[in-house]
């Protein structure tokens, strides 16, 4: 589809603990860099750009997770 032109933004949901890992793995199989999007960053995001910033500025491929999950 990214080759098409039918998307402009990616996002893959991964554990937490595999974020790094997809994000190698992500980059080597398709040569298309991703940003990881966990709450700090989407928070010094914010503060930079103001609270009505939207995640999608940061680029068009992510990993999302939440690195607060399993505490």
Sequence with gaps: MLL????????VAAPAGM?????????????????IVDRDNLSDHRRERGFDASPWEMGSHFIIFDNRAGR
């Design 4 to 11: 098409r032109r039918r998307i402009d933004h990616m996002g």
């Design 19 to 35: 974020v790094r890992q997809w994000q190698v793995e992500l980059e080597s199989a398709f040569g298309q860099a991703f940003t």
